[in-house]
């Protein structure tokens, strides 16, 4: 199977800031990569899928980009909502696997 | 609008069984594959099962295979997972998710979570 690695595993900003995630594949996984948003206590939100393509209804700030092993999540202008933790997902095959997550946080 | 809602989670004791449904409305349900993903508490996700929309392909992930049974009732819009011999690292809430595209197996992205049942393993 195919492992992901996320890095941070957290992060400190304050809004407006540009944040960077990155996530790492133990394997070639070409585009298949997507990110999700999770709010506590809420269930995971779909925000990017195929490494840039962004998902209908979310905003703009967020941009994913990348390929083969290595892939980014972008947020351009962090606001108030965005504070949460971001996970990535392969799906090069089923079973599909996720990185660890990171948080980010209010600086 | 699409709803996932779970049910069935419990507290149950080690070596025992449980089954989780997940109904389904607001869009064609036997278009899309679907999947089970779980979260321990305070840690991250792990994908579970994933049924094809016409039953014919399934799939677990590695620490459930040959304890977990996913299978759909698409007369019933309904989603399961039959989960046997039990063990306290099953403990999670488990989301059912659905496939974002029609009729795929491949490219699982899931579009749509239900809120979450959570399972509890204990003696």
């Known amino acids: 199977d195919v492992q992901m690695t996320q890095s941070p595993s957290s992060v400190s900003a304050s809004v407006g800031d540009r944040v960077t995630i990155t996530c790492r594949a133990s394997?070639?996984?070409?585009?298949?990569l997507a990110w999700y948003q999770q709010k506590p206590g809420k269930a995971p939100k779909l925000l990017i899928y195929?490494?840039?393509t962004l998902q209908s209804g979310v905003p703009s700030r967020f941009s994913g980009g990348g390929s083969g092993t290595e892939f980014t999540l972008t947020i351009s202008s962090l606001q108030p909502e965005d504070f949460a933790i971001y996970f990535c997902?392969?799906?090069?095959?089923?079973?599909?696997?996720f990185g660890g997550g990171t948080k980010v946080e209010i600086k | 609008e699409v709803q996932l809602v779970e049910s069935g989670g419990d507290l149950v004791e080690p070596g025992r069984s449980l089954r989780l449904s997940c109904a389904a409305s607001?869009?064609?349900?036997?278009?899309?594959?679907m999947h089970w993903v779980r979260q321990a508490p305070g840690k991250g996700l792990e994908w579970v099962a994933g049924?094809?929309?016409?039953?014919?392909?399934?799939n677990y992930g590695d620490s459930v295979r040959g304890r977990f049974t996913v299978s759909r009732d698409n007369a019933k819009n309904s989603l399961y997972l039959q989960m046997n011999s039990l063990r306290a690292e099953d403990t999670a809430v488990y989301y059912c998710?659905?496939?974002?595209?029609?009729?795929?197996?491949?490219?699982?992205?899931?579009?749509?979570w239900g809120q979450g049942t959570l399972v509890t393993v204990s003696s």
């Open positions: 997902q392969e799906s090069k095959s089923i079973p599909v696997t």
């Open positions: 049924i094809s929309y016409n039953s014919d392909r399934v």
């Open positions: 195929a490494t840039s």
């Open positions: 394997q070639y996984i070409s585009s298949w």
């Open positions: 998710a659905k496939h974002i595209s029609r009729y795929n197996w491949n490219d699982a992205w899931l579009d749509a």
């Open positions: 607001g869009f064609i349900f036997d278009h899309y594959a």
